[in-house]
């Protein structure tokens, strides 16, 4: 069965630390790209940031730049998120999903495999 488990979450203080897992299991997602999402109370869906196959140009929102840094693990079927300097408007359910090839956007419906998520709550 193909599928992804995001992990990682967590309480944390602004200003802290937190890194982000998604594993993959099932199968292989080295030919596509991977993306993470969040989902605040309330709000819609929005793209956070994106990495292409083999490590090619990655993506961020504006509301991240500088704080977040995405990565993969193609060996390990992984995918991380890396976010420092965390605020309370980061709050969210974040998700991980797997759509788009040599490049990706952060558009919630070119995506086509997603994980249950993990919650991140940052305390001001």
């Known amino acids: 069965q193909v599928q992804l488990v995001e992990s990682g979450g967590g309480l944390v203080q602004a200003g802290g630390s937190l890194r982000l897992s998604c594993a993959a299991s099932?199968?292989?997602?080295?030919?596509?790209?991977m993306g993470w999402f969040r989902r605040a109370p309330g709000k819609e869906r929005e793209g956070v940031s994106c990495?292409?196959?083999?490590?090619?140009?990655?993506v961020y929102a504006e509301s991240v730049k500088g704080r977040f840094t995405i990565s993969r693990d193609d060996a390990k079927r992984t995918v991380y998120l890396q976010m420092n300097d965390l605020k309370p408007e980061d709050t969210a359910v974040y998700f991980c999903?797997?759509?788009?090839?040599?490049?990706?956007?952060?558009?919630?419906?070119?995506?086509?495999?997603w994980g249950r998520g993990t919650q991140v709550t940052v305390s001001s």
């Open positions: 999903g797997v759509g788009g090839g040599i490049v990706c956007y952060l558009t919630p419906r070119l995506y086509d495999l």
């Open positions: 099932g199968r292989s997602f080295s030919s596509y790209a």
């Open positions: 990495i292409p196959e083999s490590n090619g140009n990655v």
